[in-house]
Nanobody, 121 residues
């Protein structure tokens, strides 16, 4: 069993910053990549940013230049620093872990419970 614990969401004014954290723990696994997705009311879940074990990074176009994803591999933790936040960034932000179960070739995805980010105008 793998658990993802997210933190760092909250209410911020437009132009402000937030830093999200997501720590993975539990059964033995090998991380392929971790990342952040978000879902606004009435919309589909969408990519924010991902980072691979080797440090490869992918950002959504809407977030390029305004956020930075980083990781602490020793802690299986991923961070998302978001700056210059806009009201349209308001959403529930979910952490995703893509990992191989140790001792197998089975690759699966785990999701956190989500953390609310609200940006007021």
């Amino acid at each position: 069993q793998v658990q993802l614990v997210e933190s760092g969401g909250g209410l911020v004014q437009a132009g402000g910053s937030l830093r999200l954290s997501c720590a993975a723990s539990g059964s033995a696994f090998s991380v392929n990549f971790m990342g952040w997705y978000r879902q606004a009311p009435g919309k589909q879940r969408e990519l924010v940013a991902t980072i691979t074990t080797l440090g490869g990074i992918n950002y959504a176009d809407s977030m390029k230049g305004r956020c930075a994803i980083s990781k602490d591999s020793a802690k299986n933790t991923v961070y998302l620093q978001m700056n210059s936040l806009k009201p349209e960034d308001t959403a529930v932000y979910y952490c995703r872990l893509n990992a191989r179960i140790s001792g197998t070739s089975f690759v699966t995805n785990y999701w956190g419970q989500g953390t609310q980010v609200t940006v007021s105008s």
